[in-house]
C-alpha cells in the first residue's frame, strides 16, 4: 500500500490550502484516515482524522474551525481543507491509514494506530 500526499505549498497567513491524499497498491480493506505535522524540530503531530465510525471528524484544538477533514471511501482519498492558515501551521502534513482491523490508540490520535504513511507534503505559511 502507497499514500500519496499532495498539495501543499507556500502561502501567506490567512490563505488557504487543500491536501489530498491517495491510497494505491493493495487497498482493500484500508482506510485513509488522518492527518499528522511535523514542524522542524518538533515530533510529529496529530491534526485531524475520522474517529472509530469512520465517519465522526477529530480534530486537534489548535485548528480547530480552521481546518476540515473528509474522505471519499470509493477512492480511497481523505482530504484536508485549511482555511485562514497561520505561521504556526507550517511543518510536513503527512496522510496515515489503517487496516479494518486495527485497533485505535487514543481514538486514533495516536500516531501507533496507523500502519501506513505517506511521504508527506510541505506547507509553509509566511506571516
Known amino acids: 500500500v502507497q499514500l500519496q500526499a499532495s498539495g501543499g505549498g507556500l502561502v501567506q497567513a490567512g490563505d488557504s490550502l487543500r491536501l489530498s491524499c491517495a491510497a494505491s497498491?493493495?487497498?482493500?480493506?484500508?482506510?485513509?484516515r488522518a492527518w499528522f505535522r511535523q514542524a522542524p524540530g518538533k515530533e510529529r503531530e496529530f491534526v485531524a482524522s475520522?474517529?472509530?465510525?469512520?465517519?465522526?471528524?477529530i480534530y486537534t484544538d489548535s485548528v480547530k474551525g480552521r481546518f476540515i477533514i473528509s474522505r471519499d471511501g470509493a477512492k480511497n482519498m481523505v482530504y484536508l481543507q485549511m482555511f485562514n492558515l497561520i505561521p504556526e501551521d507550517t511543518a510536513v502534513y503527512y496522510c496515515?491509514?489503517?487496516?479494518?482491523?486495527?485497533?485505535?490508540?487514543?481514538?486514533?490520535?495516536?500516531?501507533?494506530?496507523?500502519?501506513?504513511w505517506g511521504q508527506g507534503t510541505q506547507v509553509t505559511v509566511s506571516s
Open positions: 496515515a491509514a489503517t487496516a479494518s482491523s486495527d485497533s485505535a490508540f487514543d481514538g486514533f490520535r495516536d500516531r501507533r494506530s496507523y500502519r501506513y
Open positions: 475520522f474517529s472509530a465510525n469512520g465517519f465522526s471528524p
Open positions: 497498491g493493495r487497498t482493500f480493506g484500508i482506510i485513509p
